[in-house]
């Protein structure tokens, strides 16, 4: 799976952002849901009832609300809560072309996908981050449009969090 860096003052104007996520990571394989290790979370099938067959996709599982935190999500998985559950879509790995091409592919394919907007500049993505954690998120992933997916670390894809969470990964 694709793995964002901390920002670190590099040139962002003209990319795409959404809000960063603080559940468990998932991956639909096109018929399975898996974790990062590639083990099958055992979704119920109504779950996964509206997924794309044969399109991978990279996911979050977050609560109802959205706002969540990992240790959560993890209790909700581990008692099989999946009602209390939803997964949010932020990008179609197997779509050829940049994150751009991607994310237009995953709308088309299924209703929940994170709400992207493009960055005018670090002024910008930071006031749109600080409006996010002040409703209780974490921050926001900034994505160079054109960057093909790769199954790595990469600096194509930047995480912005509020100064006081630099220990936490933040930026």
Not at 58 to 74: A, I, K
Not at 75 to 84: D, I, M, S
Not at 120 to 128: H, L, M, Q, S
Request: hydrophobic share 45%; charged share 25%; net charge positive.
């Amino acid at each position: 799976m694709m793995h964002g860096i901390d920002y670190h003052g590099q040139r962002v104007a003209g990319w795409l952002a959404c809000e960063k996520l603080d559940g468990w990571r998932a991956f639909w394989t096109g018929c399975d849901l898996v974790t990062r290790q590639g083990n099958s979370y055992s979704a119920p099938a109504w779950f996964t009832a509206d997924l794309p067959a044969g399109v991978a996709l990279d996911c979050e599982l977050v609560t109802l609300s959205g706002r969540t935190s990992h240790d959560l999500v993890n209790g909700l998985v581990r008692r099989g809560a999946w009602e209390r559950l939803r997964l949010v879509v932020f990008d179609a790995p197997e779509v050829a072309g940049g994150f751009a091409k991607r994310i237009e592919q995953a709308r088309r394919l299924v209703a929940n996908v994170v709400e992207v907007f493009t960055v005018r500049g670090i002024k910008d993505a930071r006031e749109r981050m600080q409006a996010i954690v002040a409703r209780g998120g974490e921050g926001l992933m900034l994505h160079e449009p054109r960057a093909r997916y790769v199954d790595w670390r990469t600096d194509s894809l930047l995480k912005l969090k509020p100064a006081g969470l630099l220990g936490a990964g933040g930026a």
